[in-house]
């Protein structure tokens, strides 16, 4: 038995010493990537029973891909759709068999839903493509206007300018603004390409297939680390900054956001906040 | 002897004389005289005080039902216990800072070990030990979960490793049943996840591609043929029962669900080869059980040959028959496989009078 509980000994110490060395590394020096979210992109995990009885907190990161047709994508599909960076050169190199997938389909529609590659995933935050969104849905409200305007009575017409309009609310005021908008293996060599610090975001994620009519198209299936601990004092900081008050990009009457989080990303893509502040009085363009 | 088990069967046996020789003696076929009876009674009182020091024997039918008691009683406690761990550190890790977390959650594994040591050095019968040797194993678990939550790791197969070391050191360690199954679950769940991966799967969606475990059962399920478990009581009906668990599970559920195959067919004929298949290997099971002398196998094989026999006729006549009818069959199929099975025991029996 003396043996047996030395060997146990040694594999509980040497586990834990393996997981802190890995994350000492990540954490080491200067963070890979370093960049400021509001609430809009890292809103706070919450449990939907009456009683949570787990008192840590977490904040959930929010992404989403981009329409790919240029229109403000419908709410529950916007992580589901295939943007259109993703297309069949892209697929190709991330080691998607296409010309195979696309020669036997009927075998494949079924069996390659579940092949996936991990890779390096690019987050966008406030940038072009966010831009373009809040653009294309701007248009939308503005030719439904004119087009109700020419018929007032349209009540078809009238709702669908109504769901536009929140639409349009909701992503100015509430909705994340962190687009995924490419993806590799090389994470350095993706970190060169998108240089602006305070821009882009890099985590590891899967990326898979899906078909649409017969035809084969890329999905971002999920992002590995998909919420982020957070440690004290910030924990306390959080629970202030939201009075209890929960945070829903699709509320009604949707809330601005009520707080920043500075979160690092280190060596082994893995996130950790380094800084929490309020913003003040819920600023919308925040 | 080599396990607790050996012993308890030898001290049956010789209850069983003594209850025998009762019989005999009132019958007045056999009279032992006073000395055989006395040369007897010392050897075997002398025989069962040394297995009772070394195994913890029970000697009596009282002693079993209260062994039989306590067994059940510390498997739930262990449970129990395991769960109220994991609650009560996710009621309160929130009020703790970072470099306290990490050292609750380092050191708990630890401590739960030697304390499970020290326990079982004081307290012959094991069954606190074998309690606390799987809190050990709860915390280490949560140790190795809750890092990952507080650092925000990526999610790793390689945790299911460790955990498999650990169920294996201490099931092999204080003789704890429970603990090998963990530890046999853990390697089957690293071994399915990580042939998953290299097939494109993501590791945590390996449930999704059942035959990622097919694998992983036959090796747990040989594991007694090139490592002998005699020194340890029951592990190697574990390691066969698990064996056969981890193979038949992923077959039925293949086998009405043939989209979750790799195999390069039509889901139908998927479906079929598995139903196939599952018949095949559970009955393959009774025999091999039968001819090895393994109960646990036969069992084990005679509730997978049923459940494929009655999901068949789920499929086939659910739908169009009435519902009393349907279950009549399911009746009249029981005491059709029960009337095999007597004429497979009255055969067994025939060859054994044979040989005697």
Same mark, same amino acid.
């Given at each position: ?19 802190? +060395? ?59 759709? +295939? ?55 701007? *248009?939308?409200? +503005? ?7 020419? +018929?007032?009575? *349209? ?40 240089? *602006? ?90 | ?9 030898? =001290? ?5 004389? !003594? ?22 009674? @010392? ?51 929130? !009020? ?5 977390? &990490? ?20 307290? =012959?019968?094991?069954?606190? =030990? ?35 070391? !650990? ?26 996840? %990580? ?63 043939? @989209? ?8 139908? &004929? ?16 009774? =025999?091999?059980?039968?001819? %090895? ?12 040959? &049923?459940?494929?026999? @009655? ?12 519902? !009393? ?32």
């Amino acid at each position: 038995m003396g043996k047996l509980l030395l060997a146990a000994a040694v594999l509980l110490l040497s586990t834990n010493a393996v997981v802190l +060395s890995g994350v000492a590394y990540n954490r080491a020096g200067e963070p890979f990537v370093g960049i400021d979210l509001t609430e809009r992109e890292l809103t706070i995990a919450q449990s939907y029973r009456r009683a949570d009885e787990n008192s840590g907190t977490a904040v959930s990161l929010q992404w989403q891909v981009p329409g790919a047709d240029g229109e403000p994508p419908a709410r529950r599909y916007a992580r589901r759709g +295939s943007p259109a960076w993703l297309d069949e050169a892209k697929l190709s190199g991330l080691g998607f068999d296409l010309t195979a997938l696309n020669n036997d389909n009927e075998h494949y529609r079924r069996k390659g839903r579940m092949l996936t590659r991990e890779v390096v995933l690019v987050l966008e935050y406030n940038g072009d493509t966010y831009r373009q969104a809040l653009s294309s849905a701007q *248009d939308k409200v +503005s030719q439904f206007r004119e087009k109700l305007a020419k +018929s007032p009575d *349209d009540e078809d017409r009238a709702k669908k300018l109504e769901h536009y309009e929140k639409w349009l609310t909701r992503l100015k005021v509430s909705h994340t603004r962190l687009y995924v908008v490419d993806a590799g293996f090389d994470k350095q060599a993706l970190a060169e390409k998108y240089a *602006d610090g305070n821009k882009y975001l890099f985590m590891r994620g899967d990326i898979g297939l899906r078909w649409n009519d017969g035809a084969v198209t890329g999905q971002i299936r999920r992002v590995h680390v998909r919420q982020v601990h957070v440690p004290l004092p910030y924990s306390n900081q959080l629970a202030e900054l939201a009075q209890g008050r929960r945070f829903n990009a699709h509320n009604k009457d949707p809330i601005p956001p009520r707080y920043r989080i500075r979160i690092n990303i280190g060596k082994r893509l893995e996130p950790w906040i380094a800084a929490v502040a309020p913003i003040a009085g819920g600023n919308q363009g925040e | 002897m080599d396990n607790k088990q050996e012993a308890q069967q030898r =001290a049956d046996q010789i209850q069983s004389f !003594y209850d025998e020789v009762k019989l005999l003696e009132s019958d007045q076929v056999l009279q032992l005289g006073s000395d055989q009876r006395e040369a007897v009674a @010392y050897y075997h009182e002398r025989l069962l005080a040394t297995l009772t020091e070394k195994f913890d024997i029970d000697t009596s039918s009282r002693q079993k039902q209260l062994s039989a008691g306590m067994k059940i009683a510390s498997f739930i406690g262990a449970l129990a216990l395991a769960a109220s761990v994991f609650f009560l550190f996710y009621q309160f890790w929130g !009020y703790f800072t970072t470099p306290v977390q &990490v050292s609750l959650l380092s050191s708990a594994p630890l401590l739960t070990l030697l304390l499970t040591w020290w326990v079982s050095r004081r307290e =012959a019968t094991g069954y606190f =030990a074998k309690l606390l040797g799987m809190v050990s194993f709860a915390c280490f678990v949560l140790n190795l979960v809750m890092l990952g939550q507080i650092f925000n790791i990526t999610p790793s197969d390689k945790a299911l490793l460790a955990w498999a070391a !650990y169920g294996f050191i201490l099931a092999y360690a204080f003789d704890v049943r429970l603990l090998l199954a963990m530890g046999i679950l853990s390697l089957a769940g690293f071994i399915a996840a %990580r042939t998953g991966s290299w097939s494109g799967l993501y590791w945590l969606s390996v449930g999704e591609r059942p035959e990622h475990f097919l694998l992983p059962a036959l090796i747990i399920f040989t594991v007694p043929l090139w490592m002998r478990q005699q020194h340890y009581s029951g592990f190697a009906p574990i390691y066969r029962v698990f064996g056969c668990l981890l193979f038949l599970l992923p077959v039925l559920v293949l086998s009405n669900w043939g @989209y979750g195959s790799y195999l390069p067919w039509d889901a139908t &004929v998927i479906e079929g080869a598995y139903q196939v298949l599952g018949f095949v290997v559970s009955a393959g099971l009774i =025999a091999l059980g039968l001819r %090895r002398q393994w109960p646990d196998v036969i069992n084990t094989g005679n509730a997978f040959f &049923v459940l494929f026999l @009655y999901t068949k006729f789920f499929d086939w006549w659910w739908d169009i028959m009435p519902k !009393y009818l349907f279950f009549l069959v399911i009746a009249l199929t029981s005491l059709l496989l029960l009337f095999v099975y007597k004429r497979v025991r009255l055969q067994s029996q025939l060859t054994e009078d044979g040989r005697g």
